[in-house]
């Protein structure tokens, strides 16, 4: 239903009452009406119901409901409606009129055709998607103790986390045991828009343009959407989506201080506002800006992330969404520690060198066209200009990155420019739901290497490169549905074309620059089957492809992409209000992966790996005050290929556990998570005894605790305020990984304990 037909003659009723009142929700024999103020009153929410529903229509009758989803799904089950949560106001909408929805009453679908393969992030949603899926909502993200967005996703089933910088500004995101550095190997999505700085070329995170307090929902798919989304798409695909436009004008300020233990102070500002000016048009600023140090030293930090969102409805049938960006981030990089070094201080940093720049200006434009009820037409367009830069200490005698030794200083930097669009075509006919997209994306890639030697200050250009990269792909699904709607079966088929021209800018013989073409046919299958209320298989099996990155698209060898089968096979079980439990077995062939010759000094596709493992997670709520989630992650890894072949794959934690256990009183919330790691390796070799300056080495085993405490404090009718206090690493647990990217010498310890003081005002 679209803004102006849920704004006109609409009703809103806002009660204020207790937000974790005792009471399930029992109703019987009520119209709408008289549902929603019961529901309001309850919940403390308020809702939005177009006149015309109320008029004499009954509901179902419901009893002793403990959860307010749950409330809402069978309130309306069957009736042609639908309640959407959506910034704490209960949307009511249509879905099928009451005929279709009294004759097919088994098979509702929504009036207007969804064509986005993820739909929405709503948890009734994801309990019936083909593939393992994770939803990271708005109130949990309020409730942790997370000091960025690595915080908020340890919890996740198959996700593992090196928090190199503790300010967010660099994160090293790891998918089912695919490597972690930059999160080369995480397809990032915001807003269903790629977010990496160049999706085909250069599809490392060395840009990360997100910042926590401006998202909604982190939605993690860790399969079955590869047909859809793409490139590197192995692991599966993140969505970041960003706080929705209120439909009434409203604001937040929001402050938060991390107090290290060694007196480091690092800020955290947001600031939104905006809403729907009128009937048709909405519009909202985003401003959040961080700024000083984690725990390391040598780890100061500014950032500076603003966001427009604007959307407009031509039509009831129409709407346009457009988001302009402007990201900004300045950071010192505190690197790793020699061993000795650490175990003196390993708040310390050895690297005085290391810093990285990045800028990037973003925007997109969305329009969407439902010219029926079982059609849609979406066609999304993107932009984006960045440039990032990182300088490191160097030594020109062998010794490379090793701490302490630097005689010089080198300087990575890169101006990239992308375009893109994709438009897309769905409709439904009969027990069919056939989408139809296709994508094209430019990118234009400037890659600067330069060396200044401390001795006598002269700067030399060693590498000068041009790459241009020019992607196709097209890509058609067919959602199948038997027994009811029940069984859904979805073939579905992607193609990549993927043409690069590397052009070497200091040579002068034509024979340098080069050109590659590659293509791929990627086909992917998922079935999701509805076995009974209270249980959900599914099972899936899909081709994912990475480009050849543009460090490694050079004059030398002859690269093809790298590509991978993922197969999965899972169920969620719900047999009450009270408990549920989700578990998915799964398996990656990795084939292909691009690895570096050191005697040819090229690139050659050698690597094969193979993953496997499983994820459960169990959800209890004893009570309405009291829930429990606990997550368990089996990965098993081993490379097929090379000298180590049958060895461990560097970097994944075997074991994973994690816990998070809120309890709420009144308006006082409190939350504990705990995350623990087994222990991992750190090279191919499998190295445990650590070498003297640290390279290599056994990673111990750790377990981290965060804990929060939450309170709303009256402050006026119109003005609602939210204090928080919380602690990171409660018990200052000592662990560490091996160094990344431009600092891999030695030991990156950790974030030790600190303290989180936070405000919000909402008006």
Do not use: C
């Not at 407009?312 to 990201?327: C, F, G, M, R, V």
């Amino acid at each position: 239903m679209k803004k102006k037909m849920l704004a006109a003659s609409s009703l809103a009723l806002v009660l204020s009452v207790n937000l974790f009142a005792d009471e399930s929700y029992t109703i019987q024999n009520k119209t709408l009406k008289e549902a929603l103020e019961i529901i309001s009153k309850k919940s403390n929410l308020s809702y939005i119901a177009n006149d015309e529903l109320f008029e004499s229509q009954k509901i179902n009758n419901i009893q002793n409901i403990n959860s307010l989803d749950k409330a809402l799904e069978l309130l309306f089950k069957n009736t042609g409606l639908k309640a959407v949560i959506k910034n704490d106001v209960i949307v009511i909408i249509k879905t099928k009129s009451q005929k279709q929805a009294t004759s097919d009453s088994n098979n509702l679908g929504e009036v207007e055709i969804q064509g986005d393969w993820l739909g929405e992030t709503s948890a009734e949603n994801v309990k019936v998607y083909s593939g393992a899926r994770t939803v990271i909502d708005s109130e949990y993200l309020q409730n942790i103790a997370a000091k960025n967005i690595e915080d908020a996703l340890r919890t996740v089933p198959g996700v593992q986390i090196q928090d190199e910088t503790g300010t967010g500004v660099l994160p090293n995101i790891s998918l089912r045991g695919l490597k972690p550095g930059r999160s080369a190997h995480l397809n990032a999505l915001v807003n269903g828009v790629p977010a990496a700085i160049a999706p085909y070329s250069h599809s490392s995170f060395s840009l990360f343009p997100i910042t926590m307090e401006t998202l909604e929902t982190i939605d993690v798919v860790r399969g079955g959407a590869a047909v859809h989304y793409g490139p590197n798409n192995v692991g599966g695909v993140v969505n970041f989506i960003t706080k929705p436009i209120g439909t009434e004008h409203t604001s937040t300020l929001k402050g938060t201080v991390h107090v290290a233990e060694n007196g480091n102070i690092l800020t955290d500002t947001y600031l939104r506002t905006g809403g729907f000016v009128n009937d048709k048009l909405g519009l909202q600023f985003q401003y959040n800006g961080i700024k000083g140090e984690s725990f390391r030293d040598h780890s100061n930090t500014d950032v500076k992330n603003l966001i427009v969102d604007t959307e407009y409805y031509p039509s009831d049938d129409s709407e346009i969404k457009a988001n302009l960006q402007y990201y900004k981030a300045d950071a010192d990089l505190p690197g790793a520690l020699l061993p000795e070094a650490y175990e003196k201080d390993r708040s310390s940093s050895q690297r005085p060198y290391d810093k990285f720049e990045g800028e990037t200006k973003r925007g997109s434009v969305t329009y969407k066209l439902n010219p029926s009820d079982s059609t849609e037409f979406h066609w999304m367009n993107f932009a984006q200009e960045s440039k990032r830069k990182f300088d490191w200490g160097w030594n020109t005698t062998g010794s490379g990155f090793t701490p302490t030794t630097e005689n010089s200083t080198r300087s990575a930097d890169r101006k990239i420019t992308v375009l893109g669009a994709e438009p897309r075509w769905t409709f439904e006919k009969g027990n069919h739901k056939v989408t139809f997209g296709a994508r094209y994306i430019k990118e234009d890639v400037d890659y600067l290497l330069n060396q200044t030697k401390f001795s006598d200050g002269i700067t030399a250009d060693l590498r000068d490169w041009k790459i241009k990269t020019n992607a196709l792909a097209g890509y058609v699904s067919d959602t199948i549905s038997f027994m009811d709607g029940d069984l859904k079966v979805t073939p579905g088929l992607r193609y990549e074309n993927v043409e690069t021209d590397f052009g070497d800018n200091k040579s002068s013989n034509p024979s340098d620059d080069k050109k590659k073409s590659m293509n791929s046919f990627l086909p992917g299958l998922s079935i999701g089957y509805q076995a009974s209320n209270e249980v959900f298989l599914f099972t899936n099996a899909q081709r994912s492809l990475r480009a050849p990155q543009v460090a490694q698209v050079r004059k030398e060898g002859d690269l093809a992409v790298e590509l991978a089968w993922n197969y999965e096979a899972g169920i969620r079980f719900e047999p009450n209000d009270n408990f549920s439990v989700n578990s998915t077995v799964y398996r990656i062939d990795y084939k292909d992966q691009i690895e570096y010759v050191s005697s040819t000094q090229s690139f050659n596709n050698l690597g094969r790996t193979r993953h496997q493992g499983i994820e459960t997670q169990f959800i209890l709520k004893p009570s309405d005050r009291t829930l429990f989630t606990l997550g368990y992650t089996f990965l098993d890894t081993e490379q097929l290929t090379g000298t180590n072949k049958g060895k461990d794959l560097p970097w994944v934690a075997s074991h994973q556990l994690s816990l998070s256990s809120d309890y709420k009183i009144g308006d006082n919330k409190f939350n504990l998570t705990g995350i623990y790691l087994s222990k991992t390796f750190s090279d191919s070799a499998n190295t445990i005894e650590e070498s003297s300056n640290g390279q290599v080495g056994e990673n111990p085993a750790y377990m981290v605790w965060n804990a929060k405490y939450s309170t709303k404090v009256p402050v006026s009718n119109n003005l609602k305020a939210n204090l928080s206090l919380g602690i990171n690493n409660l018990f200052d647990e000592d662990y560490y990984f091996r160094g990344v990217d431009v600092s891999p010498v030695g030991r990156v310890s950790g974030q030790g304990r600190s303290f989180i003081i936070s405000g919000q005002i909402d008006f």
